[in-house]
Nanobody
Framework: QVQLVESGGGLVQAGGSLRLSCAAS????????MGWFRQAPGKEREFVAT????????YYAHSVKGRFTISRDNAKNTAYLQMNSLKPEDTAVYYC?????????????????WGQGTQVTVSS
């Protein structure tokens, strides 16, 4: 069982930056691929970014590519999402997720563990 706790959300003006963190319990963090997803009001949860267990592979949603960067520190059992050039349409609750196995995937249903979410609000 893996427990995930997100932090770092908040209110920011358009063009600003935020860094989300996801702290995971457990001793074999590098055995889990990590992902970030988001859900805006009235919309379905959508993929944002994912990273493999050894950080060798990353994938991004088209809408965030070039602005967001996913990373992880396996020694600290923590994944990160650096968000730059934020836009009002990035406003959502952001969730981190872990899947059994080190291979990154963009498929929401492939993730086994989810955090509680952190709100990101971008004002225009």
């Amino acid at each position: 069982q893996v427990q995930l706790v997100e932090s770092g959300g908040g209110l920011v003006q358009a063009g600003g930056s935020l860094r989300l963190s996801c702290a995971a319990s457990g001793r074999t963090f590098n055995n889990y691929a990590m992902g970030w997803f988001r859900q805006a009001p009235g919309k379905e949860r959508e993929f944002v970014a994912t990273i493999s267990g050894n950080s060798g592979t990353t994938y991004y949603a088209h809408s965030v590519k070039g602005r967001f960067t996913i990373s992880r520190d396996n020694a600290k059992n923590t994944a990160y999402l650096q968000m730059n050039s934020l836009k009002p349409e990035d406003t959502a609750v952001y969730y981190c997720a872990a899947r059994n196995g080190p291979f990154a995937t963009i498929t929401l249903s492939a993730y086994n563990y989810w955090g509680q979410g952190t709100q990101v609000t971008v004002s225009s």
